[in-house]
């Protein structure tokens, strides 16, 4: 029996570990480079060159090491596997049919040698800081608006007086159309009875109105809206800017151009 020599067979003419060899140093890589590309590992690809059978695994492992190690270097695979099957001995193929019922063994295609870097992909490491710090600032999101959505609502109570509870529809009065007497309007002798008054703001103006009871209807700077009133009339009226404004008497609108100097009004106003 005869041991292959590592020595005298990679050196033969026309074998395939000379050809993988001379692919591999024509193609400028290390078996390092290599072995890194195809998963196999450093010595198995060093013994394919040297056509050293023992170092190799088991001759279908071994021989599916020497055609991805051909293609990888760009030679023709079914030359290079023609030329494994003659070169490996047969002593090796007896043993590797033997073994075939023996458990597997791990042969070392997905290793790597002890001494190999492990790489990381920069753009990976990025990534993944951002997705990081994407998930903290959803979840601060989330937080603060559930905060937010758990605090009672401060309700707001408005304070409503007793005239301007009193409001609703407008009592029909047979009255004279109104008109200007002097300073005051006077439609008829004045009445104990309730009167009505609307204000319509189309902008802010500040408007106060007391009756004759001395109660205050509304008085200061009102923002743009509709203001029902009520009371005991006559009612004093003082208006700043007019233009910003109408006013009606039991739903009959007042004229405040014959009141006004400069846009604005003081007067009396009597049903």
Same mark, same amino acid.
């Given at each position: 029996m005869t041991t292959p020599s590592s020595n *005298?067979?990679?050196?033969a003419q026309g074998s395939f570990g000379a050809m993988l060899q001379q692919a591999r140093k024509t193609k400028q890589v290390s078996l390092d480079e290599a072995a890194a590309e195809l998963f196999i590992l450093k010595r198995h690809l060093e013994a394919l060159e040297n056509e050293n059978f023992a170092e190799l695994p088991q @001759? @279908?492992?071994?021989?599916?090491? =020497?055609?991805n190690y051909?293609?990888?270097?760009?030679?023709?695979?079914a030359k290079i596997a023609n030329s494994f099957d003659a070169a490996y001995p047969n002593e090796l193929k007896a043993k590797s049919v033997n073994n075939i019922d023996t458990p597997l063994q791990p042969m070392g295609t997905l290793q790597r040698d002890t001494n190999s870097r492990i790489r990381?992909?920069?753009l990976l490491i990025i990534g !993944?800081?951002? #997705?990081?710090?994407? @998930? !903290?600032?959803?979840?601060?999101?989330? /937080?603060? =608006?559930?905060?937010e959505n758990n605090q009672e609502p401060v309700s707001t109570v408005e304070d409503i007086s007793a005239i301007e509870q009193?409001?609703?529809? =407008?009592?029909?009065?047979?009255t004279d159309s109104v008109g200007a /007497?002097?300073?005051? #309007?006077?439609?008829?002798? =004045?009445? $104990?009875? *309730? +009167?009505? #008054?609307?204000?319509?703001? *189309? %902008? %802010?103006? !500040?408007? $106060?109105? *007391? %009756? +004759?009871?001395g109660n205050t209807l509304i008085s200061g700077a009102q923002t743009a809206g509709s203001y029902d009133l009520s009371g005991t009339p006559p009612f004093s009226v003082q208006i700043d800017n007019i233009d910003n404004l109408s006013l009606m008497l039991n739903q009959e609108s007042v004229d405040l151009d014959a009141y006004a100097t400069d846009k604005q009004a003081d007067f009396e106003l009597t049903p």
């Open positions: *005298t067979q990679s050196n @001759a @279908a492992f071994a021989r599916g090491f =020497a055609i051909a293609k990888y270097l760009g030679l023709d695979s990381f992909n920069p !993944v800081i951002a #997705l990081i710090i994407l @998930a !903290v600032f959803l979840f601060r999101m989330v /937080s603060n =608006a559930s905060k009193a409001q609703g529809a =407008a009592i029909s009065n047979d /007497s002097g300073s005051a #309007l006077n439609l008829g002798d =004045a009445s $104990t009875e *309730t +009167a009505f #008054l609307n204000v319509n703001l *189309t %902008d %802010d103006a !500040v408007v $106060t109105i *007391t %009756d +004759a009871s």
